[in-house]
T-cell receptor, first 112, second 116 residues
Framework: DAKTTQPPSMDCAEGRAANLPCNHS???????VYWYRQIHSQGPQYIIH???NNETNEMASLIITEDRKSSTLILPHATLRDTAVYYC?????????????FGSGTQLTVLP | DGGITQSPKYLFRKEGQNVTLSCEQN?????MYWYRQDPGQGLRLIYY???????QKGDIAEGYSVSREKKESFPLTVTSAQKNPTAFYLC???????????????FGPGTRLTVL
């Protein structure tokens, strides 16, 4: 399974964009990049995923580099409720979620 | 509303006692999972089940047991053989099939187990 590297923590001012980086240099061709977040003492919540094109939904945008070795999750207007641990995960395009491996993630703190 | 429920949210047990954590889903998902999370750490897979009456060990199965008699239910028993059972336990389910926007894992709210 491809491993990911994320900074342990980041701060962001409320209302500003939060850009969370993730390195996945060993990603293979059939692996997607997924982002989840976990608010303290709750279960992780799905945010977004992508293969090679940039993706956007109501929660966030995902920018994947052309070589697919890194990606950035963008929260365009961070709020205090976005304070959470953000996990970047790579997993194969098919099969079970057995390969869903959560690392330590990035603790994002949105400051008032 | 469809989702995953875990009960109770907080559980206290004495050392040496077995304890069973409940996980129920009404999403009609085939696959279910149990993860353990320690403070400041990521999630570690304990057991998973891809179909009724079948389950496999994850990365840290020692001291735990599961059953999958019904599609909706995947209870986890923390036995006295688990040396450090105090942790946050998360249950999840997965729809499987072709990858798409509905193929993410869904997580329950978690059970925080404290062994005294």
């Amino acid at each position: 399974d491809a491993k990911t590297t994320q900074p342990p923590s980041m701060d962001c001012a409320e209302g500003r964009a939060a850009n969370l980086p993730c390195n996945h240099s060993t990603i293979s061709g059939n692996e997607y990049v997924y982002w989840y977040r976990q608010i303290h003492s709750q279960g992780p919540q799905y945010i977004i995923h992508g293969l090679k094109n940039n993706e956007t939904n109501e929660m966030a945008s995902l920018i994947i580099t052309e070589d697919r070795k890194s990606s950035t999750l963008i929260l365009p207007h961070a709020t205090l409720r976005d304070t959470a641990v953000y996990y970047c995960i790579v997993r194969p395009s098919s099969g079970s979620a057995r390969q869903l491996t959560f690392g330590s993630g990035t603790q994002l703190t949105v400051l008032p | 509303d469809g989702g995953i429920t875990q009960s109770p949210k907080y559980l206290f047990r004495k050392e040496g006692q077995n304890v069973t954590l409940s996980c129920e889903q009404n999403l009609n998902h085939d696959a279910m999972y149990w993860y353990r999370q320690d403070p400041g750490q990521g999630l570690r897979l304990i057991y998973y089940s891809q179909i009724v009456n079948d389950f496999q060990k994850g990365d840290i199965a020692e001291g735990y047991s599961v059953s999958r008699e019904k599609k909706e239910s995947f209870p986890l028993t923390v036995t006295s053989a688990q040396k450090n059972p105090t942790a946050f336990y998360l249950c999840a389910s997965f729809s499987g099939g072709a990858l798409g926007s509905y193929n993410e894992q869904f997580f329950g709210p978690g059970t925080r187990l404290t062994v005294l």
